[in-house]
């Protein structure tokens, strides 16, 4: 009997060792969300996927300074959900670097940048400047009217080529 305690005495310290490689460990994780007041589906008219497109204009026929070529449009909001009153748009891109509160050309054209307005002629700021419009919500839609023109940059040579712009919209709901 003694001969097997003395085995239990020196196996024990050994099964302890290896017991103790076992490890653990512990975290925190975050749960975030956001609660909206509902979501709205949007479409461009007057242009298609997405872009409205300046009829061609000649050289010649840009003013010494100022927009010219005026092509309206729209951005809609429908389907909104029930209790939504308004929609804001928000509008920011890049700016040209003659004029700030136009959208830089990144066509092959020269002397030119983009105008975009409301349709009551107030310019929307690629500086972020008088940027965002807000209109009501109806029956579940509603409707702000736009409009794009070519925009002659002051003391820069026009030149014939492409003319391409973007602008990011954020639309939020209320």
């Known amino acids: 009997m003694k001969r097997v305690t003395v085995w239990i005495g020196v196996l024990l310290p050994f099964a ?15 749960m975030t969300g956001t609660i909206v007041n509902g979501t709205c589906q949007w479409t461009l008219s007057g242009g298609s996927d997405s ?41 920011t891109g890049t700016s040209d670097a003659t004029d700030l509160a136009r959208y830089k050309n990144t066509g092959a054209a020269t002397g030119v940048a983009v105008e975009l307005e409301s349709a009551d002629g107030a310019t929307i700021g690629a ?7 807000t209109v009501p919500i109806s029956a579940g839609q509603a409707t702000l009217d736009l409009r794009v023109a070519y925009w002659k ?3 820069v040579l026009a030149t014939t080529g492409s003319v391409l712009s973007s602008t990011l919209v954020t639309m939020s709901y209320l």
């Open 16 to 30: 302890l060792a290896f017991a103790s490689v076992n490890a653990s460990a512990q975290t925190t994780f975050n």
């Open 51 to 91: 872009t409205v497109a300046l009829d061609p204009i000649s050289v010649s026929a840009l003013p010494a300074v100022g927009a010219t070529g005026y092509k309206p449009f729209q951005l809609t909001v429908n389907s909104c959900s029930a209790g939504l009153t308004q929609a804001t748009f928000a509008f």
């Open 153 to 155: 940059l002051p003391s």
């Open 127 to 133: 500086n972020n400047t008088n940027n965002t419009r």
